[in-house]
């Protein structure tokens, strides 16, 4: 039931979520609110840019979480549930205890430097809460996922695949990320960091990720049959909230939209990336350091940008360029190039 080979469209999506991420970042500065979490915050804001960013929004966080799940698939085939943990806590934990400690309180020097705060040693989580969650469902779900494993060629297996097999068998994972909005009421649906809604749809996520991949070949040929059933689905209800529910759209509706994107964007990526290339051997080992480490180059940017009297759309522009350029001159010549760093960083 399973796939054996290696899924290209997979690491290409994770890479290109990360790439969002940043995107996504970057336009929190340019938002009259942005202080207000944690970022430097421009004086002239442009609010116009958060229209496109709600669209991303619903789905960018829910979409890694579902790839982190599908990469524990992959990593089960050939690994025992001690040897999965223990390399999971090598490239989960060790990074994410370390970036508690070091990374994350660099750009919390440089916001209170911005400000004019007493500067203080703060660790903490910070962006990387997600690693957190992501160490949780692995020590939660891993038994569920070894039995799994011992289902495949079984009839329950044949069970799950034939219920993949059309839209309809989709009802019951939408039903639960809905009902997990309804429980829990998050206001905003878009709140995932440090919250039980971001945790717990998080949680949904990877295991569906993980189950996603498991049903095997039924599931993605019926994306490739109803991708546009799921694209209709999500840009209409974007539109739908943009004209009827500014600026809080109804939880369930947000869960609804959110799932319709990521399917959409699992089909297309199926579709179109499911090849190897150079580019994505090389990025895809670079996405998970740079996610590390990007906050201290976008925090170092808006500081040194902000202040330049050209367009805000220009300024934009820059600290996108800064924050990339950054992130990749300090893995292409510290972090790959200097052994005892990449375990720190999640590489091999």
Not at 94 to 116: C, E
Request: charged share 10%; net charge positive.
């Amino acid at each position: 039931m399973s796939l054996s080979e290696r899924r290209h469209d997979i690491d290409w999506i994770r890479v290109i979520a990360i790439g969002l991420l940043l995107v996504y970042h970057v336009a929190i500065g340019f938002q009259p609110w942005g202080i207000m979490i944690g970022f430097i915050g421009n004086e002239r804001p442009w609010q116009s840019l958060w229209v496109p960013m709600t669209l991303l929004n619903v789905w960018r966080i829910p979409l890694l979480f579902f790839v982190s799940g599908m990469g524990v698939y992959f990593a089960l085939r050939n690994r025992t549930w001690s040897q999965l943990l223990q390399e999971r806590a090598k490239r989960i934990l060790l990074p994410f205890l370390f970036g508690i400690v070091t990374i994350v309180p660099i750009h919390i020097y440089l916001w209170q430097y911005h400000y004019h705060v007493d500067l203080n040693y703060t660790p903490g989580p910070g962006h990387l809460w997600f690693l957190g969650n992501l160490f949780s469902y692995v020590v939660i779900l891993l038994p569920l996922f070894f039995f799994l494993k011992r289902q495949e060629g079984k009839p329950f297996a044949h069970w799950a695949a034939n219920l993949l097999r059309t839209p309809l068998g989709l009802l019951p994972v939408f039903a639960l990320f809905v009902a997990e909005v309804l429980i829990l009421h998050p206001i905003p649906f878009e709140l995932y960091a440090m919250t039980w809604h971001g945790f717990f749809l998080g949680l949904q996520a990877f295991f569906f990720g993980f189950f996603f991949v498991w049903c095997g070949r039924s599931f993605w040929n019926m994306l490739l049959r109803w991708w546009w059933l799921f694209l209709t689905t999500a840009i209409g209800l974007f539109i739908f909230r943009l004209v009827f529910f500014q600026p809080v759209a109804p939880a369930y509706l947000l869960s609804t939209e959110s799932n319709c994107w990521i399917l959409t964007v699992f089909a297309l990526g199926y579709r179109y990336l499911n090849r190897p290339s150079k580019a994505l051997s090389y990025l895809s080992k670079a996405a998970y350091p740079i996610y590390i480490v990007h906050m201290i180059f976008l925090y170092l940017g808006s500081l040194l940008i902000f202040p330049l009297r050209v367009s805000v759309p220009f300024q934009f522009i820059l600290v996108l360029l800064f924050t990339i350029g950054g992130c990749f001159l300090v893995y292409e010549l510290v972090i790959r190039r200097i052994r005892f760093l990449k375990p720190l960083f999640g590489l091999n």
